[in-house]
């Protein structure tokens, strides 16, 4: 599994279906020094993660959010390297609840009296409701983009999105949505629409 760089980047909760974003870059880097980018090789592995389309949905995202902050695509010898890194996981998650109709229990409550006799604890029952318990499979995807210096093959910017995956494949305007995402903390803004 691919080491991740930034400490922002080892821990994301999941809840309900929002999807989360994290960035971090280094801060003696300046971005304005850099001219071009380029793709590196896509990992192997995440050929197994997501579809040949979804594939050139990312790679095209990720090309139109760079060329927007400046950013000149060189296929061989950029400043900068883009590396993509996919991983989905399946999760399970449980909740229960009451058959509350179900016709079970009694008169419900616990009393406590006090009385001539001393103190006593009576009841008529405890209410008491059957109850379902309910697994819930789904897949977290973890989205992971690092840049990298080429001339001194570190990297100076990285970038995160986690969240479920629907079972349907994205469309090429929702990758481009989570891609932006990513990016919008990166160290130069926009400068092209």
């Known amino acids: 599994m691919k080491k991740l760089v930034f400490p922002l ?12 974003y994290a960035s971090e870059y280094d801060h003696e880097v300046d971005f304005n020094t850099y001219k071009t980018f380029g793709l590196l090789n896509w990992e192997r592995q995440n050929d197994d993660q997501v579809s040949a389309e979804t594939k050139q949905f990312i ?3 990720i090309k139109k959010e760079l060329e927007r902050r400046g950013y000149t695509y060189q296929k061989e ?14 999760e399970t998650s449980y909740s229960a609840y009451a058959n509350q109709y ?11 009296g006090v009385g001539s006799g001393g103190v006593g604890v ?5 209410q008491t ?7 819930h499979d ?5 989205f992971v983009v690092d840049l990298l210096d080429a001339s001194k093959k570190k990297i100076v910017w990285q970038g995160l999105a986690q969240g479920r995956v629907a079972h349907e494949e994205p469309t090429q305007e ?13 160290p130069i803004k926009r400068v092209k629409k």
């Open 9 to 20: 980047l080892l821990v994301f909760l999941v809840s309900c279906n929002p999807w989360k």
């Open 59 to 61: 790679l095209l995202a």
């Open 77 to 90: 010898n950029a400043d900068l390297q883009a590396s993509i890194y996919i991983i989905v996981n399946e």
């Open 102 to 112: 179900a016709g079970y229990g009694g008169y419900g409550g616990v009393a406590v």
């Open 122 to 126: 009576y009841g008529y029952g405890v």
């Open 129 to 135: 409701y059957p109850f379902t318990a309910v697994q």
């Open 138 to 142: 789904y897949n977290v995807g973890t």
């Open 174 to 186: 929702l990758v481009q949505e989570r891609v932006n995402s990513v990016f919008k903390d990166f």
